[in-house]
């Protein structure tokens, strides 16, 4: 993947750079206006069917079937750097290592932008960013965030939640015990279409999302439009409703998505989960599913259609550390593109079904 | 011996406060666990060390959550460049002096340790 320098990125390296020049003065300066601080997962995924790689993410070429075992489908390091040159102005740079759409670690810029705060509920953001698709999309590689091993794949399979280079405007409303995050982005993306190879075709992306906090309560909504050109042409457009309660000693949440597409047709994800926090340990249970709803100009049918049951556990360890167990059960309804799988063979058949078994280890520093 | 219980009893009961500087309006306790989840920006929150007695009776008593959950939500406002968690001092000194000097700031220490320096907002008990 070809990390490219566009002008609003350069600007946030430039700046960034001049501020951590300035830095180097002494190191009083330094503690003030940087900060480091990273994240991993380490993990390994057994999944007993072979005619189908099962990934942990809809980008991934490769997973754990044709061979039972791998270690690339949630294994990741990431590291970030904040930097803070003055009260208004701060900046962020975080770069990422996991398997990407051509089956390489090869490190990569997630984020890096610089921000500044008009009041302490205004903020404009200029650079790259993870676009914010889904509930916990922009913190999707960062396993300690999750309470599961990973987000569920179905709800990203029309749209990978990856970066975008542009601006980013972020308003905060009260209105009364409700709070408002609202958000309003504007870029350009490389972005994943379902039943081709990974093709990061650009495409110009408007995002609008709205969510809603009252108390323990969350409510996302979300709409998120592409247009590029090119073979095949973009011109996705995906609306999400999320909800999440979530008062501390346990949570459920759901999370939607519905996908518009004249090339692939309209899609619809889902998924509901709920756990408990018994101490340290957090059990949890999910159902996630995604169904075509037409076919498009493709004429591909059923495209991506599967549906998931998985329970696991959360155990907070240590400081800094947990550890995750799921066991899940994959049923094909497709055999087009399956979202939970890359590489669907010839052997595959709809109604196929996979039992997959993930252990990971998530830390934060 | 029943004294002795009694003074034990005392120390783990420790009433914990917020306080802000002496300058600055009231908080309320829904505004101060907005404020230690990242909810809120509001004002800047001034926070114990991690695992220390007081950090984990704060968080369980205004928030509900242990040191790993709220970890976990900080995180996500921190490898999504909105924030960064709150400045952990020291001890309740610290917190004092840190909260006289910034009208914004808002801190928690014990009941014990207030002072005319500061104010209290909100007694958590």
């Known amino acids: 993947m070809v990390f490219k320098v566009t002008p609003a990125i350069a600007a946030a390296m430039l700046a960034l750079g001049t501020a951590m020049a300035h830095a180097d003065a002494t190191n009083d300066t330094i503690e003030k206006s940087v900060t480091f601080s990273g994240f991993g997962t380490l993990g390994v995924v057994h999944s007993d069917y072979g005619n189908a790689d099962f990934v942990g993410n809809v980008i991934q070429p490769r997973g754990a079937g044709f061979s039972s075992w791998s270690a690339s ?150 709409y998120q439009k592409y247009d590029g050109s090119g073979y095949p042409e973009v011109r996705l457009q995906v609306s999400g409703v999320g909800l999440t309660y979530d008062p501390g000693a346990w949570f459920v949440m759901g999370d939607s998505n519905y996908s518009q597409d004249k090339y692939f047709g309209d899609l619809f994800a889902w998924y509901v989960s709920g756990g408990v926090r018994l101490g340290r340990l957090a059990p949890y249970a999910i159902y996630s599913t995604t169904r075509a709803q037409n076919v498009g100009t493709s004429g591909l049918k059923s495209l991506g259609n599967d549906h998931t049951v998985a329970a696991g556990a959360r155990w907070d360890f240590a400081k800094n550390l947990d550890t995750k167990l799921q066991l899940q059960r994959v049923v094909l309804d497709s055999v087009n593109d399956t979202a939970s799988f890359a590489d669907v063979g010839p052997g595959a058949r709809v109604g196929d079904k996979t039992n997959v078994l993930s252990w990971t280890l998530d830390f934060v520093f | 011996m029943i004294l002795a219980l009694f003074t034990v009893c005392d120390v783990r009961a420790e009433e914990i406060v917020v306080i802000v500087n002496l300058a600055a309006a009231t908080i309320s306790k829904e505004q101060i666990a907005d404020l230690y989840l990242g909810r809120s920006d509001a004002w800047t929150p001034i926070d114990q060390a991690v695992g220390s007695e007081i950090y984990v009776e704060f968080y369980k008593k205004v928030t509900g959550r242990d040191s790993a959950q709220v970890k976990a939500i900080w995180s996500r406002i921190l490898f999504t460049g909105r924030g960064i968690p709150p400045k952990q001092l020291r001890d309740s000194e610290a917190v004092k002096k840190a909260v006289a000097a910034n009208p914004k700031a808002v801190g928690y220490i014990e009941k014990s340790a207030v002072d005319a320096s500061i104010k209290v907002a909100v007694s958590i008990d």
Do not use: C
């Not at chain 1, 396993?143 to 569920?152: D, E, S």
């Open chain 1, 73 to 222: 489908p949630d294994s990741d390091l990431g590291g970030q750097a904040n930097f803070t040159l003055t009260d208004a102005l701060s900046g962020v740079v975080q770069v990422l290592s996991r398997q990407d759409a051509n089956g390489q670690f090869r490190p990569t810029v997630e984020w890096a932008n610089l921000q500044y705060e008009m009041t302490p509920d205004f903020k404009v953001r200029l650079g790259r960013m993870l676009l914010p698709t889904y509930e916990h999309s922009d913190t999707q590689n960062v396993g300690y965030t999750l309470p599961w091993v990973r987000i569920p794949i179905e709800i990203a399979y029309t749209d990978a939640g990856l970066h975008s280079d542009g601006v980013d405007v972020l308003y905060r409303v009260k209105t009364g015990g409700v709070t408002q995050d609202l958000q309003i982005q504007l870029g350009r993306t490389a972005v994943d279409l379902p039943g081709v190879e990974f093709t990061s075709t650009p495409a110009a992306v408007v995002v609008f999302s709205d969510t809603l906090q009252y108390g323990d309560t969350s409510l996302r909504l979300v």
